[in-house]
């Protein structure tokens, strides 16, 4: 069974920088795309970012390109999230998720079969 494990959230002033992280146990890291999702109060969960099984591609919501990188290493079965030029309006929950061989439908929760437990990042302004 797949575990995933975040953590690297906090509180950080308007512009300021965060990575959040998340370990994967269980299984074959290099056999899961893995996705980074975010639910604010009120809110339905939201992707922001998702990496390939081979790390070829990286996909982004249009919201955080240019402020947020995702990344993977292989030796650490981790992936993490480097988030830069932080707003108050990415305050949220931020969830890693993992989707075994990965699928055209990165954006879409419903596509990924393990998740963390969640991490909180707070911006305040």
């Known amino acids: 069974q797949v575990q995933l494990v975040e953590s690297g959230g906090g509180l950080v002033q308007a512009g300021g920088s965060l990575r959040v992280s998340c370990v994967f146990s269980?299984?074959?890291?290099?056999?899961?795309?893995m996705g980074w999702f975010r639910q604010a109060p009120g809110k339905e969960r939201a992707f922001v970012a998702a990496i390939s099984v081979n790390d070829v591609a990286k996909y982004y919501t249009e919201s955080v390109k240019g402020r947020f990188t995702i990344s993977r290493d292989s030796a650490k079965n981790t992936v993490f999230l480097q988030m830069n030029s932080l707003k108050p309006e990415d305050t949220a929950v931020y969830y890693c998720?993992?989707?075994?061989?990965?699928?055209?439908?990165?954006?879409?929760?419903?596509?990924?079969?393990?998740w963390g437990q969640g991490a909180q990042v707070t911006v305040s302004s």
């Open positions: 269980g299984r074959t890291f290099n056999s899961y795309a």
């Open positions: 998720a993992a989707d075994f061989g990965g699928s055209p439908g990165y954006r879409d929760p419903r596509q990924y079969s393990y």
